[in-house]
């Protein structure tokens, strides 16, 4: 059974930095894509990082560049997502994702094979 299992999450003030951190489980780790996406209320969700197999190709969206670093640990099976910088429009449930195809370096949503169930940051102004 896979799991991805985001923790990390929490209320902060802007300005404050957080740490995501994806614990996988039941599935070849480093065989994976991965990245991590974003739901804000009454928004779609939101490509927000994303990594390749082996941790040297990395891609994020406009809003997050220069203040978020994806990373990975395929000893540990960790995906890493370091937060600087927060802002209010950052407030969003984060979720970890696993994919087989590349295609979520490009921010492609629909070939993800695996979700997370979410982490809440809140961040306030």
């Known amino acids: 059974q896979v799991q991805l299992v985001e923790s990390g999450g929490g209320l902060v003030q802007a300005g404050a930095s957080l740490r995501l951190s994806c614990a996988a489980s039941?599935?070849?780790?480093?065989?994976?894509?991965m990245g991590w996406f974003r739901q804000a209320p009454g928004k779609e969700r939101e490509f927000v990082a994303g990594i390749n197999r082996i941790g040297v190709i990395r891609n994020y969206g406009d809003s997050v560049k220069g203040r978020f670093t994806i990373s990975r640990d395929n000893a540990k099976n960790m995906l890493l997502l370091q937060m600087s910088g927060l802002k209010p429009e950052d407030t969003a449930v984060y979720y970890c994702a696993a994919d087989s195809d590349a295609s979520i370096l490009g921010a492609g949503i629909g070939t993800v094979d695996y979700w997370g169930q979410g982490t809440q940051v809140t961040v306030s102004s």
């Open positions: 039941g599935l070849p780790f480093s065989s994976y894509y």
